[in-house]
């Protein structure tokens, strides 16, 4: 059967970096994964109000989550943290209270920068957070990767070999993880 995977890019510009890795892993990826983006642009921010009527985006992303086997975070870093554009979405599926979308979900997280920590600080913030939402997510390897010219391209192909290897592995590692997770 097909394994439906969700995908959050933590970045709203057209050229994102973050967008670019994230083709280049479903690519490396094998054929009964199915890899959709889930939309967070047109998200209003989130207002506990909500909870007595969510809102109908706020609920599309969380059928979109649901819907899924598996859930793959790619995210920029912003001041040290992700982006605010990100935790509001994330805060979305995770109500109204009791109706966690995210529980349970096996995830991946990876991120690049143009700085040269490539988004660590900001992985680590999302972890803390994935562990709140009960989502088990991959450990290692850890993928922190810094930006630099003709590295990645908008159809995900990785400009330089070793880089090539070693988000393969991150992929045969979260592939095999995520099999295992959902059984
Ligand atoms: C950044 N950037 C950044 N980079 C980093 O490594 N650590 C950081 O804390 C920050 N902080 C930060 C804050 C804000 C508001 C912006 C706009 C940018 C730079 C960031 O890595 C760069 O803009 C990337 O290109 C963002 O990822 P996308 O949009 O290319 O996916």
Redesign the pocket.
């Known amino acids: 059967a097909t394994i439906r995977v969700a995908v959050f890019?933590?970045?709203l510009?057209k050229?994102?970096?973050?967008?670019k890795l994230a083709k280049a892993v479903e690519k490396l990826a094998p054929g009964d994964f199915e890899f959709t983006h889930v939309r967070i642009d047109d998200l209003p921010l989130y207002n506990q109000d909500f909870d007595e009527d969510y809102p109908a985006e706020a609920k599309r992303l969380k059928q979109d989550v649901e819907s899924a086997d598996a859930v793959l975070f790619v995210t920029?870093?912003?001041?040290?943290a992700i982006?605010g554009v990100l935790k509001n979405a994330i805060d979305i599926g995770s109500r109204p209270w009791g109706t966690n979308s995210f529980a349970g979900k096996p995830a991946g997280v990876l991120g690049?920068?143009?700085?040269a920590?490539?988004?660590a600080?900001?992985q680590q913030h999302l972890r803390n957070t994935l562990a709140y939402l009960d989502m088990p997510t991959l450990g290692q390897p850890e993928v922190f990767m810094q930006?630099k010219d003709g590295l990645l391209d908008d159809d995900g192909n990785v400009g330089n070999d070793d880089t090539r290897k070693f988000l393969q592995d991150f992929v045969d590692r979260y592939v095999a993880w995520v099999r295992k997770q959902i059984g």
Do not use: H
């Open positions: 890019v933590g970045s510009r050229d994102s970096f973050n967008r920029p870093e912003y001041n040290r982006p690049i920068s143009i700085g920590i490539g988004t600080l900001a930006m």
